[in-house]
RNA sequence: GGUCUGGUAGUUCAGUUGGUUAGAAUAUCGCCCUGUCACGGCGAGGGUCGCGGGUUCGAGUCCCGUCCAGACCGCCA
């Protein structure tokens, strides 16, 4: 037996015990004579005891202990004579009688302390030891426990997790496809999915009526804080239900999350916006609805008065920043340059102070008198001592650049509280999506979704307006998933696909297996999917979901620990019947 | 594919207008200290200033190229 307790457990009231412990250093003192040693395992930290008076011998080992060492220890639970009460089990230590060191340690690269001295890179380098530190193994408690109650909840209102295959078909829409070459076909690849869509769905053909499964997804883009080529999703699908069960439904399992791992109340009903209601006010598919700062148009109170920038713009959209008309000139000026820069590519930015004497003071003095201007603010419901921003240009642009300044606002004035959870469903997603590019339709959630039959009338007409059963759960202004009523006749998905200019024999190539299905009475159904990433890390309060996955790759893709990818020997390639043209 | 920021001791960083021997903190090692817990005191070792080239009497510092890391845009049904 290694270890009679660990080292988070010990209390006064086993003062007198002999006990046996096992861990890591974290620490030793030698104060000439005693030494104290910091013993750390999963469960907390122990110290343990050594006096030279006691066993001169045992204090002089002691003393030669590292970092990071693994040892076990035997003695006796001691009270402290100076408490710590800043940890639990400060009140005693350990007496030690016998010291054995399992396995030494050379010098870790940075501290193993919640607070490290290491850097990004490094503790990426060496992620096992990084993975030591309190304040990474409570991320990933954290997500066990989000999955782990994900199962039960599910579990307990009849979906059955079944498995899908990972080496699947690359198919021509949504993300890259990772490929896979298959030696036993020489010339042809597997793909790594992008999400088990279109087995759940069969499964749905199948009678499985309520699928989930906690699943990894492949998608070969390039990478951000809260994008992973490899990720997880929280898969779902139903069988005979509409929207509002799905909505119904999967907020009963957010609820559920939150209440149990955060011991947080999401409120009773989640509100609900559709897609062109949460771009003309936020400007976001995703709005973050923890603070105001709604967009106001101001077409009407801006045009007409000879300012060209504003008279040739489609849309003049406003925000009212509350009390920042203490804004000085330099801080303005840094907004302006903020919006400028090339990602968020405003030619500049027009403000409006409401001063707290009732007089308005505007970059654009010359072109609005005071009375035009106080019609900026009651358009805007502006106060004194208030900031109006204002932005021109084309429609979406317009509303893209403002839905960014507005989140930096919200930044600025810390109206973005990490420990608050805002949820909203979004609905009512156009069912396509104008490509400039390669001059198509591109479905903007996948091909299977079903377009509302109250626009059906439009799809020959004007594609672009058909809206779609799709939805998505936003949270804080990320999108923690989404899914859709999905299309379940042949006749129409047929008609879809013809729609994202596939060609018969395409459509029979890619998706064959899926149409020939919904020949053999395939019910209606629909689901959803949640990154278990994403939900984690809001839930953590995080932007960055590499803390929430035990060993993550960096932006380039790349596994730094392990170091890859890595290059194949001459033999692999042979097999597979491939020639590199690098 | 693009934009921005960074790369200096094991680590985190500072380094002025281009100018003497490149510093601090922390970690490590040694000595002192019997109640530390961010202990303290004294001392020591530790540098390919990412890499390559250029300008210059002289480059950590300026220029060009390149690699790496991070954030973002494009991309991500």
């Known amino acids: 037996m290694y270890r009679s307790h660990t080292c988070g457990e010990l209390r006064p009231s086993h003062i007198g015990e002999t006990v046996k412990l096992a861990g890591w250093v974290q620490r030793s003192k030698d104060l000439g004579g005693l030494t104290f040693v910091n013993l750390r395992d999963r469960y907390g930290i122990t110290q343990l005891n050594f006096n030279s008076e006691d066993n001169a011998k045992l204090t002089a080992e002691a003393n030669k202990l590292g970092r990071e060492y693994v040892i076990q220890v035997e003695g006796e639970v001691i009270e402290r004579s100076s408490k710590n009460m800043k940890i639990p089990t400060g009140e005693i230590e350990i007496r030690v009688s016998k010291l054995t060191v399992l396995n030494a340690s050379k010098t870790p ?13 490094l503790r990426a380098q060496y992620r096992y030891l990084d993975l030591r530190r309190n304040p990474v193994q409570e991320k990933l408690r954290l997500r066990n426990k989000v999955a782990l109650e994900t199962r039960k909840y599910l579990d307990s209102i009849d979906f059955v997790d079944v498995e899908t295959p990972m080496l699947i078909k690359s198919t021509p829409e949504g993300a890259r496809d990772f490929v896979v070459p298959s ?26 009526d309520r699928y989930y499964q906690i699943v990894k997804c492949f998608r070969d883009e390039d990478l951000r804080a809260d994008r992973q080529p490899e990720f997880t999703q929280i898969d779902c699908e139903m069988t005979f239900v509409e929207q509002d069960d799905i909505l119904n439904t999967f907020e009963g399992m957010i609820k559920h999350l939150f209440t149990e791992v955060k011991g947080v109340d999401l409120g009773d009903k989640f509100p609900r916006m559709t897609y062109a209601e949460a771009m003309t006010r936020y400007g976001s598919d995703k709005p973050d609805i923890r603070f105001g700062m709604e967009f106001v148009d101001f077409n009407e109170v801006t045009k007409g008065r000879g300012f060209g920038i504003f008279d040739d713009a489609e849309a003049v959209i406003a925000i009212n920043a509350e009390q920042c008309a203490v804004y000085t000139r330099k801080q303005l000026d840094k907004l302006t340059d903020w919006v400028r820069r090339p990602q968020i590519g405003c030619k500049g930015l027009i403000y409006m102070r409401c001063n707290e004497d009732g007089t308005f003071k505007s970059s654009v003095d010359k072109f609005y008198s005071q009375e035009d201007l106080a019609k ?24 893209k650049q403002m839905n960014e300044l507005r989140l930096h606002m919200g930044d600025e004035l810390g109206l973005r509280n990490p420990k608050v959870f805002k949820p909203l469903w979004v609905v009512d997603f156009p069912l396509l999506e104008w490509d400039e590019e390669s001059q198509r339709y591109h479905a903007m959630h996948h091909p299977f979704t079903s377009p509302k039959p109250e626009d059906m009338h439009l799809i020959d007409t004007d594609p672009g307006k058909v809206r779609a059963n799709a939805y998505d759960l936003a949270m804080n202004g990320v999108e923690l998933g989404g899914g859709s009523i999905r299309i379940h006749d042949r006749a129409i998905q047929s008609r879809m696909f013809d729609l994202l200019g596939f060609t018969k024999e395409e459509a029979e190539a890619q998706f064959g297996f899926l149409m020939s299905a919904f020949e053999y009475g395939a019910p209606p159904h629909g689901g959803l999917a949640f990154g278990l990433d994403r939900l984690v890390a809001t839930m953590g309060g995080s932007e960055s979901i590499r803390d929430y996955i035990a060993f993550p790759k960096n932006n380039s893709g790349r596994d730094v620990m392990i170091d890859a990818p890595s290059p194949l020997n001459e033999e692999q390639f042979k097999e597979l019947n491939i020639k590199l043209t690098l």
């Open 183 to 208: 030696r036993m076909n020489a010339g042809q690849f597997y793909a790594l999915p992008q999400s088990p869509q279109t087995f759940k769905q069969l499964l749905m053909v199948s009678g499985f």
């Open 109 to 121: 690269p940075f501290t193993i302390e919640d607070d490290t001295d290491g850097g990004e890179e």
């Open 376 to 399: 900026w603010a009651e358009a805007a419901k502006a106060k004194p001592g208030d900031l109006i921003l204002v932005l021109s240009g084309g429609l979406a642009r317009v509303q």
